[in-house]
């Protein structure tokens, strides 16, 4: 019932922009944390951004900071990730992920998770 489908990735060249786009369905996500993390092959997933339902507060990976921005539209269950000046480490699956409570950080506090797309950065 409850569904984030991710969408926006593709390829592109280091030093382009793509933004995802996820959208939450089955359920309002007032007062929920959204966040992206990003999966390697053969790594850990690992946390990209969060932002809260206030949209006042974010976070960002030190390996993003600068570069990615998160948003949320909360009347459109929609939330945003803005990236800027990829670079080929970047290549991951991203993931789109919501929390009532919780770490920010931690992918285990997360109760629910979209499917992932696919972001490829060529040099």
């Known amino acids: 019932q409850v569904q984030l489908v991710e969408s926006g990735g593709g390829l592109v060249q280091a030093g382009g922009s793509l933004r995802l786009s996820c959208v939450a369905s089955?359920?309002?996500?007032?007062?929920?944390?959204m966040a992206w993390f990003r999966q390697a092959p053969g790594k850990e997933r690992d946390f990209v951004a969060g932002?809260?339902?206030?949209?006042?507060?974010?976070s960002y990976a030190d390996s993003v900071k600068g570069r990615f921005t998160i948003s949320r539209e909360n009347v459109k269950n929609t939330v945003y990730l803005q990236m800027n000046s990829l670079k080929p480490e970047d290549t991951a699956v991203y993931y789109c992920?919501?929390?009532?409570?919780?770490?920010?950080?931690?992918?285990?506090?997360?109760?629910?998770w979209g499917q992932g797309t696919q972001v490829t950065v060529s040099s």
């Open positions: 932002i809260a339902w206030s949209t006042i507060s974010t």
């Open positions: 089955g359920r309002t996500f007032r007062g929920y944390t």
């Open positions: 992920a919501a929390q009532y409570s919780g770490s920010w950080f931690s992918s285990s506090d997360y109760n629910y």
